[in-house]
Structures are given as C-alpha cells and as structure tokens.
C-alpha cells in the first residue's frame, strides 16, 4: 500500500493568514498516461463527514472556495488556504487513488 | 439533491457479521458516471476506505479486510450494501456510504451522516 504522511500534525494559524499543509506519498502517484497525480484534499468539522476539497492535486470541487488550493507533484502535495477563515477549522486529510485507496492521518487546523 | 442513508444494526457481537445498507435517493447506482463506495473511521482516528462499486459489477477491496468483505448493489432497490465477517473490535467505527465524483474512481463528493458500528458483547 502506498503510505500517504501529513505534516504537520497541528497547525495554529491566524485569522486572515495563509495555512499549508504537507502530504507525502510513498511512492509516486503520477500517472503519466493521462498527465495526472491522483491525490485528493477532504476537510473534516466535528460531526459531519469528510467533505471533498481538491482532486487530481489542484482541481477544486464544486463550490470549493477559491481560498483553497492544491499544488505538487509525483510524492509531495500540499494545500494552501490563503486567507484562513473561522469556519475553515477542521481536520484535513490527503488522500491518493493511485492505486488501493489510503489516507493520511489528518491535520487538525486551528486558530491561534 | 443526492440523499446517501446508512441503515443496520449499531451492535454486533465480536465474531458475528456486520451488515450495512445505504440507500440511494437522488441518483441511481446504476449510472456510468459514479462508483459509490465505503468508508470508515474509529472513534477519535482517521479514515479508512473499505470497498467500492461500480454499475457494472466491478467490485474493489481494501486488501487488508477482503478475506472479510463482501459488498453488493440492488439496482431494484437503489440501494448497496457491506457485509463484514469475524468482525472484532477492531472494527468498531463510523461507517460512511459515499458517492464517487462525477467519473472519477476513487475520489468521494458525496457522504452519508454515518452509522456507528459497535462491536461488543
């Protein structure tokens, strides 16, 4: 199985600065074939389920924010939200569909 | 609007099987365009993806529980299902239903609330 790792664990970050968070896979999830890294961004609040981000590394989901962004390439993702807002506070999880579907174990973003 | 529901028993006894339905309101399993799949998640841990479908019968396993897993669809009632053999307690964990992006395998757009799963005695 590829082993997907986020850093950092937790992250406190002001209200209208940047957050970014690190995934790394353990091996490679760019398929050359069609020119795409098969890595996913979800967001997780208390109670509710996971919530889709960001697919193919920087494709935003529908009525994603555009505050949200997914860059990297082959091992190393990472997601940026630019200007963080108090509703962005949740767990993030990186997630590859390269081939057996894994996560990562999350980050917990919270205000500082 | 796509409604995805998790229905079964919230308790199962240690080496009994567990036996989960989502229904499908909203959308059809039988559509090209989606897989629908499941996906779980201990209590206070991460997540875990279980087993997918897709309309034409394929069917995928998380290999570290296939030996235990068997998931099907009934396209007559717009609902799959998961069942989990030997189950432990291990397995306890929220167990959500899901929804594939539009053709994309792999990536889940829409969930269920969930079901806990308990197992104990």
């Known amino acids: 199985d590829i082993v997907m790792t986020q850093s950092p664990d937790s992250l406190p970050v002001s209200l209208g600065e940047r957050a970014t968070i690190n995934c790394k896979s353990s091996q490679s999830v760019f398929y050359s074939s069609n020119n795409q890294n098969y890595l996913a961004w979800y967001q997780q609040k208390p109670g509710q389920p996971p919530k889709v981000l960001i697919y193919?590394?920087?494709t935003r989901a529908s009525g994603v924010p555009d505050r949200f962004s997914g860059s990297g390439s082959g091992t190393d993702f990472t997601l940026t939200i630019s200007s963080l807002q108090a509703e962005d506070v949740a767990i993030y999880y990186c997630?590859?569909?390269?081939?057996?579907?894994?996560f990562g174990q999350g980050t917990r973003l919270e205000i500082k | 609007q796509l409604l995805l529901e998790e229905s079964g028993p919230r308790l199962v006894k240690p080496s009994e099987t567990l036996s989960l339905t989502c229904s499908v309101s909203g959308g059809f399993i039988n559509s090209s365009d989606y897989f629908w799949g499941w996906i779980r998640q201990p209590p206070g841990k991460g997540l875990e993806w279980v087993a997918s479908?897709?309309?034409?019968?394929?069917?995928y396993y998380n290999p570290s529980l296939m030996s235990r897993l068997t998931i099907s669809g009934d396209t007559s009632k717009n609902h799959f299902s998961l069942r989990l053999s030997s189950v432990t307690a291990a397995d306890t964990a929220v167990y959500y239903c899901?929804?594939?992006?539009?053709?994309?395998?792999?990536?889940?757009?829409?969930w269920g609330q969930g079901t806990l799963v308990t197992v104990s005695s």
């Open positions: 997630q590859q569909y390269y081939s057996t579907i894994t």
């Open positions: 193919w590394a920087s």
């Open positions: 899901a929804r594939g992006v539009h053709l994309v395998r792999g990536v889940w757009g829409d």
């Open positions: 479908i897709y309309y034409n019968g394929n069917l």
